[in-house]
């Protein structure tokens, strides 16, 4: 029977190797030197997940598993596994895609990521949806006050906005 040492292997040439096996050596290898460094232990996972996702020509389910292991193996307190799952949406600007072709059945800190974004655009979509309220409800009151015969001045210096705002808005009604 051949046995092996993890440490054995040549951690550059394993960063180096398109091989998934190799990907899940390092994890191993970043465990061993991180047992009481959970800050190194992060960077080291970063690293490794991004690396991980961004694999090409392998099955998805494949990457899915190593991603698995990975989380599995490379365990972080909670604290630190939410800010990296924060560091990792913030670094991933314009490889959404290739997260959301493993959202079915994503390991925990990228299905943290995807919930994060998810969380956000429907944070962002409500300030709009207020804002676009707030703008509505101001012009059916600039409209109300036109229709009674205001003069467009006092309905500016009331409302705060310039008279050229107001003339539009009138102009629209005509």
Do not use: H
Not at 47 to 66: G, P, Q, S
Not at 104 to 123: I, M, N, Y
Not at 148 to 154: L, Q
């Amino acid at each position: 029977m051949i046995q092996f040492v993890v440490s054995d292997f040549d951690e550059e040439a394993l960063k180096k190797s398109p091989k998934l096996f190799s990907k899940a050596l390092l994890a191993s290898i970043y465990l061993n030197r991180t047992k009481n460094k959970m800050s190194l232990r992060t960077a080291y996972k970063r690293a490794l997940l991004r690396e991980v996702w961004l694999l090409n020509n392998i099955e998805r389910t494949e990457i899915r598993a190593l991603l698995y292991f990975i989380d599995y193996l490379l365990k972080l307190p909670k604290s630190m596994s939410e800010q990296l799952v924060k560091d990792i949406k913030d670094g991933i600007s314009g490889e959404e895609e290739i997260l959301n072709l493993y959202k079915e059945d994503l390991p925990p800190t990228l299905a943290g990521v995807l919930e994060l974004e998810r969380q956000e655009g429907f944070k962002q979509g409500i300030e709009q949806g207020i804002e676009q309220g707030i703008e509505q409800g101001i012009k059916q009151i600039i409209i109300g006050l036109i229709e009674k015969g205001a003069e467009d001045e006092w309905i500016a210096e009331v409302a705060k906005l310039p008279v050229t705002k107001i003339k539009g808005i009138r102009n629209e009604l005509k």
